[in-house]
Nanobody
């Protein structure tokens, strides 16, 4: 199974981007977005449980980013508004079927990863 994230690019501060994550051949029960800025560790951004549509956000993006799924739930989106220079990072899509709540915000909770898409926010 392959995950593919797309939609990254260069945007000015205050602008918006929408990232997409698609899994080839199947739908997972849990999807997450992580990001890694230069010289920093990978960090949790957002997650969504397909059953029930429950969403989760890092405090740093709450109120600015929105994670959603389409019907028939084969693609997950991350709408990013009011972007800041500190949002600059490579954004990774991750997915798995069995993710317990305590692991939802941890990269170790997901077995399937996409190659990442670069988001650059200029000041």
């Amino acid at each position: 199974v392959q995950l593919q994230a797309s939609g990254g690019g260069l945007v000015q501060a205050g602008g918006s981007l929408r990232l997409s994550c698609a899994a080839s051949g199947r739908t997972f029960f849990n999807y997450a977005w992580f990001r890694q800025a230069p010289g920093k560790e990978r960090e949790f951004v957002s997650a969504i449980r397909i059953r029930g549509g429950h969403t989760f956000y890092a405090d740093s993006v709450k109120g600015r980013f929105t994670v959603s799924k389409d019907n028939p739930q084969s693609t997950v989106y991350l709408q990013m508004n009011s972007l800041k220079p500190e949002d600059t990072a490579i954004y990774y899509c991750a997915a798995d079927d069995q993710v317990i709540l305590s692991s939802l915000r941890r990269s170790s909770g997901y077995k399937h990863w996409g190659p990442g898409t670069l988001v650059t926010v200029s000041s």
